[in-house]
């Protein structure tokens, strides 16, 4: 039971994790909260069930370009302008809320189905120690830890990742040198957004969607970047393995109905004893 | 002399729908509802917008103040008034909980920590099935069965203005002065040697005492409740009442709450549009009209009147 529940746990907080690197993503570089992430992700999860009857790649190709595009978006015409008017972490707060309602509006009056599961491909199952995984789980736990080491290396290597490093340590200066910081912006706020997506793909294919979903994944990998460190990708993956744990194994012990009691309990308990989370942040809200 | 012109006049305009008690039905039943939000929307006024607390667990103490009163009437026999007071007592004790708890933390961890909160309870709830109802809730008779419908509604009506008029005074006192000075500068107050924690945790046991109060008044006058109307969306549109209505007038909340809880009940025909509607009008008066709509009515009511003038 133990090795079982460590699996599930490593699993549900690998999938939580590539929402969690969204808000990484974009809280590390525009300093901006952004809460209708995963409800901005569960909509490209529907986009891609929608047209996956046609062609799987091209309905995920969908989902993922929606999702950037919309971070995109809204990241140029909504938060940076808000942002540059002084907007504080409240302000953001309410305005990304307020998207996520639009959000969630529109998957109402779109979408002809409030819960869905996508239908992607198994591969098989493997054996790990007597307890038998769905080779798909595993999937999708390497996709979210290759996702993190391409952010990495994309961070490190790249000029984009480095006026991302500019941006988000000194964004005067990063004007000044001549970075577009604006389009910088929109980018991150653009992957963020498309991760997002990726681990709603993922969610709706190991669980299922709902049209509330998007505030779970969004709140959820909001609170879980937050223990690990706001902006710290590395505390936040962590986070997201430990959380996945905790889920998993209150899971096991309690039932279903006391996972999601005892994750948040615990996140408020770090919160109150660690508020810049357990691997600190260079960033605070 | 202008403040107590618009304090007198927001009291009035609260005791109107005295009328409808005439009417009864439909109309009495949503004035009512909007009432029962109307005073959670002043709490999240006196709290954050006038006190700046960021505090985010309005549905927490008001179901507390729900929960409480329920439990401990039908559960463990309590008399009806005892339990409404005990359950009003333990929303406080949670909202001044939460401030120390958080004290050491700055800014918006503060206000997540209360928002988490906020998604939480109603998980705890559903959990706590047995007790609760969960989902399926939980009826209880209380003030209706004990003095009927018309009259309770007439206590909801007399009860907000009352606690409308203690917010409005004590914002006048110096008390109220005080708490408005840490909200704008909260080291600068300190540094003219007042005892800001002193006050906060004034002000969260106030907010925190009426908004369960609120939450007993709630289920009182509805009769049920079950943790989809406690869900963090709750919290959401108590706090959007001052916001969307405008914080810095006495009667900001009142347009508020006719907007965010009256709407709905207008646009049910396209009720799954509702969210995209909200979201969308949420956004605009944050970004366009940041103020709220109450100042806003006001210049464009003063530019009507100079026209006319010319």
Redesign the interface.
Same mark, same amino acid.
């Given at each position: 039971m133990i090795l079982n529940g460590i699996i599930t746990g490593l699993i549900m907080g690998g999938v939580l994790s590539l929402p969690v690197l969204g808000v990484a993503v974009i809280y590390g570089i525009t300093g901006i %909260?952004n809460f209708a992430i995963g409800v901005i992700g569960v909509f490209g999860g529907f986009l891609t069930w929608y047209f996956l009857s046609f062609h799987m790649g091209i309905a995920i190709l969908i989902g993922v370009a929606f999702c950037f595009a919309i971070g995109y978006i809204i990241q140029r015409i &909504?938060l940076t302008p #808000?942002s540059e008017m002084g907007g504080? *972490?409240?302000?953001f707060?309410? +305005?990304t809320?307020? &998207? /996520?309602?639009?959000?969630? /509006?529109?998957m109402? *009056?779109i979408f002809p189905r409030p819960s869905i599961s996508l239908a992607l491909p198994r591969i098989g199952t493997i054996n790990i120690a007597g307890v038998t995984v769905e080779g798909f789980k595993i999937f999708a736990l390497l996709f979210a830890l290759g996702t993190l080491v391409i952010i990495r290396l994309l961070e490190e290597h790249t000029e984009i990742g480095k006026s991302w490093q500019a941006t988000s340590q000194n964004l005067k200066l990063g004007k000044l040198i001549g970075i577009n910081t604006n389009q910088v912006f929109s980018i991150a706020s653009g992957i963020g957004c498309s991760l997002a997506c990726v681990g709603a793909i993922f969610w709706g294919s190991l669980y299922n969607l709902n049209l509330m979903s998007g @505030?779970d994944l969004g709140?959820l990998g909001f609170?879980i970047a +937050?223990v690990g460190g706001i902006g710290n990708i590395w505390g936040g993956i962590i986070s997201a393995l430990i959380m996945g744990m905790v889920m998993s194994f209150s899971g096991y012990l309690l039932g279903g109905? @006391?996972q999601? +009691?005892i994750l948040?309990?615990i996140?408020?308990l770090v919160? #109150?004893i660690a %508020?810049k989370g357990i691997l600190g942040s260079e960033r605070? &809200? | 002399m202008k403040d107590r012109y618009e304090k007198i006049g927001t009291i009035l305009i609260l005791l109107l729908p005295v009328a409808f008690v005439f009417r009864g039905g439909y109309l009495q039943e949503v004035t009512g509802y909007v009432y029962l939000f109307l005073i959670q929307g002043y709490v999240a006024w006196f709290l954050f917008f006038k006190s700046g607390q960021p505090f985010f667990g309005y549905s927490v103490t008001m179901a507390i103040g729900a929960y409480g009163t329920i439990v401990l009437t039908e559960m463990f026999n309590w008399p009806l008034f005892a339990s409404i007071f005990i359950g009003a007592a333990l929303a406080t004790g949670i909202a001044v909980i939460m401030f120390l708890s958080t004290s050491r933390a700055r800014g918006f961890y503060v206000s997540m920590t209360s928002f988490l909160l906020a998604i939480l309870f109603p998980r705890l709830i559903e959990a706590l099935q047995p007790i609760t109802g969960g989902r399926s809730g939980l009826y209880f008779g209380g003030l209706n069965a004990l003095v009927g419908h018309k009259t309770l509604y007439l206590l909801v009506v007399f009860l907000t203005a009352a606690i409308v008029a203690f917010f409005l005074w004590i914002m006048g006192t110096k008390t109220g002065r005080i708490l408005t000075l840490i909200s704008e500068n909260d080291r600068l107050t300190q540094t003219v040697g007042l005892n800001t924690r002193k006050y906060k945790i004034l002000a969260y046991s106030i907010a925190g005492f009426i908004s369960g109060f609120g939450g007993a008044l709630y289920v009182n006058y509805t009769g049920f409740i079950s943790s989809v109307d406690i869900e963090v969306f709750t919290t959401l549109y108590i706090f959007f009442i001052p916001l969307i209505g405008g914080s810095r007038v006495f009667y900001g909340p009142i347009l508020g709450a006719l907007f965010v809880i009256l709407i709905p009940e207008l646009l049910v025909p396209v009720e799954r549009y509702l969210r995209i509607f909200f979201g969308l009008i949420f956004i605009l008066v944050i970004v366009l009209l940041p103020g709220g709509l109450a100042p806003n009515i006001q210049k464009l009511l003063a530019k009507i009147s100079q026209k006319k003038d010319v």
């Open positions: %909260p &909504l #808000i504080d *972490a409240t302000l707060f309410i +305005v809320v307020s &998207l /996520g309602f639009v959000f969630e /509006g529109l109402r *009056a @505030w709140f609170i +937050v109905m @006391w999601s +009691v948040y309990f996140v408020i919160l #109150i %508020p605070s &809200l | -």
